[in-house]
């Protein structure tokens, strides 16, 4: 059973950066896709960047050239670098392990989520 474990989230004025880290124990991360997602207080879950297991990447419209996924295979762990930052972007942020379906409502392994708070 896998289990992934978020960090690096916190606060940060508008512009600023940070990086979310996804560490998997029981599986290796380059065997599946892997997702970033967001929910923000009183909206749906949303798909924010995935890296597939050959490492084609795909963004969200809303944090295309200001995000990125990346995955260090040695340490079994996938990253979110977000720069740019606005408080539209405040949110939890999930990382999951995709199954043949990606997306909010598709099959797949969460982590618990790490809050991303931006401040204008």
């Known amino acids: 059973q896998v289990q992934l474990v978020e960090s690096g989230g916190g606060l940060v004025q508008a512009g600023g950066s940070l990086r979310l880290s996804c560490t998997a124990s029981g599986s290796a991360v380059s065997l599946n896709a892997m997702g970033w997602y967001r929910q923000a207080p009183g909206k749906q879950r949303e798909l924010v960047a995935i890296?597939?297991?050959?490492?084609?990447?795909n963004y969200a419209d809303s944090v295309k050239g200001r995000f990125t996924i990346s995955r260090d295979n040695a340490k079994n762990t996938v990253y979110l670098q977000m720069n740019s930052l606005k408080p539209d972007d405040t949110a939890v942020y999930y990382c999951?392990?995709?199954?043949?379906?990606?997306?909010?409502?598709?099959?797949?392994?969460w982590g618990q989520g790490t809050q991303v708070t931006v401040s204008s």
């Open positions: 890296i597939t297991s050959g490492g084609t990447t």
């Open positions: 999951k392990r995709e199954g043949f379906r990606w997306g909010p409502s598709a099959f797949g392994s």
